[in-house]
């Protein structure tokens, strides 16, 4: 087998019960073989951000371990529910940390997207800011097959929280596929 894609897979929900981390439990067993999927470390203990923070004491540990996560990664794929028709503010927060490196590690960066949300949408309008912001970073943004789960308590287990959904399942095999595909042209 030639050498394995290593995708960083960062969650946006710090819940739990969280249909999105479920959604990443069921990405290795629908992921091409030559794409190895990696947990991110935890954002969840970022400080807010504050440049006067930044100045005076550096970058936390925590944010280097995760920038250090996103530049070894040959791909970064988010997983992650919709706040008030935009990203949850930790994950923005640990964006927004990252972002202000000085070798900035989402530069060049393909980058990838799914969404599940218990609306009807799926995380959709989240996605388009999610888009603005990678834009501005100027990471390689991978387009379609894009993934939204919508109404995600009727697509996994209620027990178990794995996705049963099918079409979900296919789709998301779909973009994985294209996504390694992507990430392959953009190391080319
Ligand atoms: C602060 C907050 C804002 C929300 N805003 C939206 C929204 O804009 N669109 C949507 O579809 N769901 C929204 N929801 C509902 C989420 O889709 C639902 O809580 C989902 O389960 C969150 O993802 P998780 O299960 O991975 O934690 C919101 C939930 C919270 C807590």
Redesign the pocket.
């Known amino acids: 087998m030639t050498d394995q894609l290593k995708v960083l897979v960062i969650c946006g ?1 710090l ?1 739990k019960g ?4 479920a959604l990443t439990r069921a990405l290795p067993a629908l992921a091409p073989p030559d794409m190895k999927l990696i947990t991110a470390p935890p954002f969840d203990t970022f400080p807010l951000y504050n440049a006067d923070v930044q100045e005076a004491s550096g970058f936390p540990g925590p944010v280097n371990d995760l920038a250090a996560a996103v530049r070894d990664a040959d791909g970064v794929l988010f997983v992650t ?5 935009s990203m949850p503010g930790a994950l923005k927060n640990a964006i927004d940390w990252v972002s202000r490196m000085k070798d900035q590690p989402f530069k060049e960066k393909p980058v990838a997207i799914q969404s ?4 009807p ?1 799926g ?1 959709a309008r989240m996605q388009y800011h999610w888009r603005m912001s990678m834009t501005f970073l100027n990471a390689f943004i991978f387009g379609t097959p894009e993934v939204f789960v919508g109404l ?1 308590q009727t697509k996994f287990d209620k027990e178990t929280l794995e996705l049963k959904d099918q079409p979900t399942r296919d789709v998301i095999k779909l973009q994985l596929a294209a996504y390694t595909k992507f990430i392959q042209r953009v190391k080319a």
């Open positions: 929900s819940r969280s249909y999105n981390a529910p919709e706040y008030n028709w599940a949300s218990q609306g949408l995380g995600a």
